[in-house]
């Protein structure tokens, strides 16, 4: 009986530790895939310098008022504000300033042309209805644009690192467990 009860503690440990190790390499892992992709957008992001943004003008941008120019095939906010005190143009987002530098707001649905409206409208509602909000800028003195939400901010990255760390700390756990199970089964059978 009694070695039945030694070999089934030997094979659960030796599954606690091999749990343990397992998140242990893929807390790992997983710390190398955000240290090469969310890691250096954070970095590079200049948007650090938190702002009093007031609203100048919004106005709903569509495929025949942009004459001569690359012309979206979707409806596009146009925000002005008055931020750190000089005239800029408000991005919604760092990705939206890349994507198009004609539109404030680019609509989640492009498929369909009325829902896009619909979606535009709302957020112009909303800028209207909120005069005076936070914003992003960057240190840069020559620059004109504003944004109104951090993709690559400090919370995303915490976010981000959070279930890794996790993960890391639970195999640690596991893994001393096991350890601490294992010398004091030795030491009880010593006595």
């Given at each position: 009986?009694?070695?039945?009860?030694?070999?089934?503690?030997?094979?659960?440990?030796t599954?606690?530790?091999?749990?343990?190790?397992?998140?242990?390499?893929?807390?790992?892992?997983?710390?190398?895939?955000?240290?090469?992709?969310?890691?250096?957008?954070?970095?590079?992001?200049?948007?650090?310098?938190?702002?009093?943004?007031?609203?100048?003008?919004?106005?709903?941008?569509?495929?025949?008022?942009?004459?001569?120019?690359?012309?979206?095939?979707?409806?596009?906010?146009?925000?002005?504000?008055?931020?750190?005190?000089?005239?800029?143009?408000?991005?919604?987002?760092?990705d939206?300033?890349?994507?198009?530098?004609?539109?404030?707001?680019?609509?989640?649905?492009?498929?369909?042309?009325?829902?896009?409206?619909?979606?535009?409208?709302?957020?112009?509602?909303?800028?209207?209805?909120?005069?005076?909000?936070?914003?992003?800028?960057?240190?840069?003195?020559?620059?004109?644009?504003?944004l109104?939400?951090?993709?690559?901010?400090?919370?995303?990255?915490?976010?981000?690192?959070?279930?890794?760390?996790?993960?890391?700390?639970?195999?640690?756990?596991?893994?001393?467990?096991?350890?601490?199970?294992?010398?004091?089964?030795?030491?009880?059978?010593q006595?």
């Amino acid at each position: 009986m009694g070695k039945k009860l030694v070999m089934a503690q030997k094979r659960g440990e030796t599954r606690a530790l091999c749990l343990g190790v397992a998140m242990v390499v893929c807390a790992v892992i997983t710390y190398y895939i955000l240290g090469t992709t969310v890691l250096p957008l954070y970095q590079k992001s200049v948007w650090t310098q938190e702002s009093t943004c007031h609203l100048i003008e919004t106005t709903i941008r569509d495929q025949e008022e942009l004459e001569g120019k690359k012309v979206p095939q979707y409806p596009c906010l146009w925000v002005n504000v008055s931020a750190v005190g000089k005239w800029a143009v408000l991005y919604h987002t760092e990705d939206t300033r890349d994507q198009n530098q004609q539109c404030s707001y680019i609509p989640v649905s492009l498929d369909n042309y009325q829902m896009a409206r619909a979606d535009v409208e709302k957020v112009r509602a909303n800028f209207l209805e909120q005069k005076v909000f936070y914003c992003f800028s960057t240190t840069r003195e020559n620059e004109t644009s504003v944004l109104y939400q951090r993709l690559y901010g400090p919370q995303a990255l915490l976010f981000s690192l959070f279930w890794p760390t996790f993960l890391l700390t639970g195999g640690l756990l596991i893994i001393a467990m096991v350890k601490l199970n294992r010398s004091l089964s030795i030491l009880a059978a010593q006595r």
